[in-house]
C-alpha cells in the first residue's frame, strides 16, 4: 500500500472536526472521543488554536480509544520546531500503531508574513530531512499533510507530504486543490454543517462563525480566488459568502459532501456549528452520522 494510500485508509472518507476540545478537561476529551468512535467515525480533526498544545491532546485521545485515528488539523509550524515535529509525531505513531496524522500548517501569524511559501518549503524539507535521519528499521513513514488554500501551497503540500488539509473550503476550492496537488496525494476538506431547516438561522450562525476568519489575509485570498469581492467579507460575512461556505439542512449537507468527493477530495471532516456544549456537539454528531456515513 503506497504513503497515500495509508493516509486515505487511516482518515476513511468521512470524519469529524472541532474546536470543542480545547475546552474539555482531559477525562471529557477522553469520553468525546470514545464516542465519536462509537459513533462510528474514522477520525478525528483537532486543531491548534487556544491553550492546549497539540501533540498533547493528540497522545490523550489516542490513549483512550482503539481505532480512531487523530489528526492534529493543524498543529501549528510556529509553536514547535521541525525537530519536535518529528519527535512527537514519531512517538504518537509508535504510541497508537499508527493512528496519528500530523496535520502541519503556518497558523494565523506566519500566514500572514511576507513569504509564508518559503517559510512552509523551508520547515518541511527540515522535517523530511530530519524523519530520514533519525530512521531506524521499525520507523514507518510519516503521516503528514499541509493546511494549503492557494495552488503554491498546495502544490508544495503534494510534493513534501502526503496531502493538502483545506478549512473554509467549498467544492469549487475543492476541484482546484485537486488539480494543483495531482491525482496521487490525498485531499481532505473541511465542512462546516449547522443542523436545521431555518435559513434566517442558520444564515447568522454561520455568519458569526465566518467573522472570526475575514481579517485573515490568508483567506482574503482564498475567498478572492474564488471569486468574491471584498465587499462579501470586509462588509460582510456576506450572504453569499455564507451560504458558499456553511451548509445547512439535511439534504444540502448530502449534496455537499457529494459535490465536494466529486471534485477530488478524499475526505471530508464535519464542523458543526451552532452548539455551546460537547453535549450537544456529540447530538449532532449522532445526527450526522446516519446522514454521512
Same mark, same amino acid.
Given at each position: 500500500?503506497?504513503?497515500?494510500?495509508?493516509? *486515505?485508509?487511516?482518515?476513511?472518507?468521512?470524519?469529524?472536526?472541532?474546536?470543542?476540545?480545547?475546552? %474539555?478537561?482531559?477525562?471529557?476529551?477522553?469520553?468525546?472521543?470514545?464516542?465519536? #468512535?462509537?459513533?462510528?467515525?474514522?477520525?478525528?480533526?483537532?486543531?491548534?488554536?487556544?491553550?492546549?498544545?497539540?501533540?498533547?491532546?493528540?497522545?490523550?485521545? !489516542?490513549?483512550?480509544?482503539?481505532?480512531?485515528?487523530?489528526?492534529?488539523?493543524?498543529?501549528?509550524?510556529?509553536?514547535?520546531?521541525?525537530?519536535?515535529?518529528?519527535? $512527537?509525531?514519531?512517538?504518537?505513531?509508535?504510541?497508537?500503531?499508527? *493512528?496519528?496524522?500530523?496535520?502541519?500548517?503556518?497558523? @494565523? /501569524?506566519?500566514?500572514?508574513?511576507?513569504?509564508?511559501?518559503? &517559510?512552509?518549503?523551508?520547515?518541511?524539507?527540515?522535517?523530511?530531512?530530519?524523519? #530520514?535521519?533519525?530512521?531506524?528499521?521499525?520507523?514507518?513513514?510519516?503521516?503528514?499533510? %499541509? /493546511?494549503?488554500? @492557494?495552488?503554491?501551497?498546495?502544490?508544495?503540500? @503534494?510534493?513534501?507530504?502526503?496531502?493538502?488539509?483545506?478549512? %473554509?473550503?467549498?467544492?469549487?476550492?475543492?476541484?482546484?486543490?485537486?488539480?494543483? &496537488?495531482?491525482?496521487?496525494?490525498?485531499?481532505?476538506?473541511?465542512?462546516?454543517?449547522?443542523?436545521?431547516?431555518?435559513?434566517?438561522?442558520? &444564515?447568522?450562525?454561520?455568519?458569526?462563525?465566518? *467573522?472570526?476568519?475575514?481579517?485573515?489575509?490568508?483567506?482574503? *485570498?482564498?475567498?478572492?480566488?474564488?471569486?468574491? #469581492?471584498?465587499?462579501?467579507?470586509?462588509? @460582510?460575512?456576506?450572504?453569499?459568502?455564507?451560504?458558499?461556505?456553511?451548509?445547512? $439542512?439535511?439534504?444540502?449537507?448530502? =449534496?455537499?459532501?457529494? /459535490?465536494?468527493?466529486?471534485?477530488?477530495? =478524499?475526505?471530508?471532516? &464535519?464542523?458543526?456549528? $451552532?452548539?455551546?456544549?460537547?453535549?450537544? =456537539?456529540?447530538?449532532?454528531?449522532?445526527? !450526522?452520522?446516519?446522514?454521512?456515513?
Amino acid at each position: 500500500m503506497s504513503d497515500f494510500n495509508q493516509l *486515505r485508509q487511516k482518515l476513511g472518507q468521512v470524519g469529524v472536526w472541532s474546536f470543542r476540545f480545547d475546552d %474539555l478537561t482531559p477525562s471529557e476529551a477522553t469520553v468525546a472521543a470514545q464516542e465519536i #468512535e462509537r459513533l462510528g467515525y474514522p477520525s478525528l480533526w483537532v486543531p491548534e488554536v487556544g491553550p492546549t498544545e497539540a501533540l498533547s491532546l493528540a497522545s490523550q485521545l !489516542l490513549e483512550g480509544t482503539w481505532s480512531l485515528t487523530v489528526a492534529n488539523g493543524i498543529a501549528r509550524m510556529s509553536d514547535r520546531s521541525p525537530g519536535a515535529a518529528v519527535a $512527537g509525531h514519531r512517538y504518537l505513531q509508535r504510541k497508537s500503531g499508527g *493512528r496519528h496524522v500530523l496535520g502541519l500548517g503556518l497558523g @494565523g /501569524a506566519l500566514s500572514n508574513e511576507a513569504e509564508p511559501l518559503s &517559510i512552509a518549503t523551508s520547515y518541511l524539507k527540515e522535517f523530511n530531512n530530519l524523519w #530520514e535521519k533519525n530512521k531506524t528499521d521499525d520507523t514507518s513513514s510519516p503521516l503528514t499533510c %499541509l /493546511a494549503a488554500y @492557494g495552488p503554491k501551497m498546495t502544490a508544495l503540500a @503534494g510534493s513534501h507530504t502526503l496531502g493538502a488539509h483545506t478549512y %473554509l473550503a467549498n467544492p469549487e476550492h475543492t476541484k482546484l486543490t485537486r488539480s494543483a &496537488i495531482g491525482p496521487d496525494p490525498v485531499v481532505a476538506a473541511e465542512m462546516a454543517v449547522v443542523l436545521t431547516q431555518d435559513s434566517q438561522l442558520a &444564515i447568522e450562525i454561520g455568519r458569526n462563525h465566518l *467573522r472570526k476568519y475575514t481579517s485573515s489575509k490568508s483567506n482574503q *485570498r482564498k475567498f478572492e480566488m474564488l471569486g468574491f #469581492e471584498e465587499n462579501d467579507f470586509l462588509d @460582510g460575512p456576506s450572504d453569499r459568502l455564507v451560504s458558499e461556505l456553511i451548509t445547512f $439542512g439535511s439534504d444540502a449537507i448530502r =449534496d455537499r459532501l457529494t /459535490a465536494h468527493r466529486v471534485n477530488g477530495a =478524499d475526505h471530508v471532516c &464535519i464542523q458543526v456549528l $451552532g452548539t455551546r456544549t460537547i453535549q450537544e =456537539d456529540l447530538e449532532n454528531w449522532a445526527v !450526522l452520522s446516519h446522514l454521512v456515513l
